[in-house]
């Protein structure tokens, strides 16, 4: 069974090396670094800094130094995003699994900044400004679309059943404008799962942690329990 990523870039070779299918590319979505500025004086002045991918904290951190960042506290959303600021040097760290579950730990006092993309959700951020009404915006990157691929609606039309490995709510988006058949979709994440269902994906496969590796052995699992199925049903026929 193939299995199809909505990006450009390759997955790491000691990854793709564990996946027990063939791997397709398809750039549904790329991520464009927007140029910010923020002098430090203003930085300083933030108590908490919320960053809720690991696209955010890429295209946020590598603007300032370490010393810059090291007295602030970072909510993050994912351990993924909790590794990639460890690895900076961050070490006030609070994860969560959704934005919504770290709300209720801002205080009123506090004044927060928010760096994140263009699509960011304005609903989350009203609920969000109950808690701490001091949480200011800051689009360090821009989700950009392909309006319509007609290699991934070609592939998707074929008679085999197919595989989408969907690692964020923004690949959920690019999904909306085509047509599916027999397919199965991998992700990791809550947000990631509701949004495949908000669009009436069905066949919907959670990694049991949010990470690429557990995504891929989520894979392996269905993938090698398709094939012993198919196989039984050969012995049968003969």
Known sequence: ???????????????????????????????QKRDFSLECSLLKSYS??????KRSVSFFIEKFSLKELIDHQFYCVGERSKIQLEVFGIKKIKVFSSFLEMIPFFSENEKILYPTSNEY??????????????IDTLICYKVVYENRNSDFQEWLNTSTLKAVAVLAPSQVNALKVY?????????????????????????????????????????????NLFLKENQKCFHKLD
């Open 1 to 31: 069974m193939e299995i199809a990523f909505l990006r450009k870039e390759k997955i790491p070779v000691n990854l793709s090396s564990l996946l027990s299918g063939k791997i397709k590319y398809f750039p549904l979505v790329t991520y």
């Open 121 to 134: 959700s304005k609903k989350e951020l009203l609920k969000a400004k109950l808690f701490c009404s001091q």
């Open 179 to 223: 047509s599916f058949k027999k397919i199965h979709t991998f992700c990791m994440g809550n947000r990631t799962k509701q949004a495949l269902e908000n669009i009436g994906i069905k066949n919907i496969h959670l990694s049991e942690f949010s990470n690429l590796e557990s995504l891929i052995q989520s894979y392996n699992n269905f993938s």
């Open 48 to 53: 908490g800094i919320i960053l809720c991918s």
